[in-house]
T-cell receptor, first 116, second 114 residues
């Protein structure tokens, strides 16, 4: 069975500092991995994904994530945080062995607060 | 920006009323999903569909029902709303094509049952 964990409920970072939001996963094969962001009273917006290829994936708003197979991780990073990055972030995984029909499995979310 | 729409965006309704939350997408996606999310909390998959005339229950037991008569529409119905149904409901869709794995979300419907 596939699963994803976001070990931190809340991450606080000062504006201008680098940020990391952690995500680890469990699937039987090579995973499809996603990051989404949710602003208040909005739906989820797609940030980036890893399907295959380069382990470092670049996405929207200056975010990037690194796929690490040995550590089964897909941490979200940004070199310099902005106050406007404050939001709820969700990591998600799909098992490619059954990717045709399997819904995404989401983590519980991590609230990022960037302090000016 | 994904072309997936949800109406109404906000709904306040009394207990016992029947309600239908609308979700539509113009991208021709086969797969559609409904999630329930309390504010700032995790998402719970309640229904999904692989295509027309296909519906499946998700991980979270729900008293709602769905239908998929047309590719672009995936409405969710509550026959008798209760205060416990108060939540945000998010609709999503994605194509079937291999390599097109991204799931796109609508803006959500925030439901308050009095």
């Amino acid at each position: 069975a596939q699963s994803v964990a976001q070990p931190e409920d809340q991450v606080n970072v000062a504006e201008g500092n680098p940020l990391t939001v952690k995500c680890t996963y469990s699937v039987s094969g090579n995973p499809y991995l996603f990051w989404y962001v949710q602003y208040p009273n909005r739906g989820l917006q797609f940030l980036l994904k890893y399907i295959t290829g380069d382990n470092l994936v670049k996405g929207s708003y200056g975010f990037e994530a690194e796929f690490n197979k040995s550590q089964t991780s897909f941490h979200l990073k940004k070199p310099s945080a902005l106050v406007s990055d404050s939001a709820l972030y969700f990591c998600a995984v799909r098992d490619p062995l059954n990717s045709g029909n399997t819904p995404l499995v989401f983590g519980k979310g991590t609230r990022l607060s960037v302090i000016a | 920006e994904a072309d997936i729409y949800q109406t109404p965006r906000y709904l306040v309704i009394g207990t016992g009323k029947k309600i239908t939350l609308e979700c539509s997408q113009t991208m021709g996606h086969d797969k559609m999903y409904w999630y329930q999310q309390d504010p700032g909390m995790e998402l719970h998959l309640i229904h999904y569909s692989y295509g027309v005339n296909s519906t499946e229950k998700g991980d979270l037991s729900s008293e709602s029902t769905v239908s998929r008569i047309r590719t672009e529409h995936f409405p969710l119905t509550l026959e008798s709303a209760r205060p416990s149904h108060t939540s945000q409901y998010l609709c999503a869709s994605r194509p079937t094509l291999s390599g097109q794995e991204t799931q796109y979300f609508g803006p959500g419907t925030r439901l308050l049952v009095l």
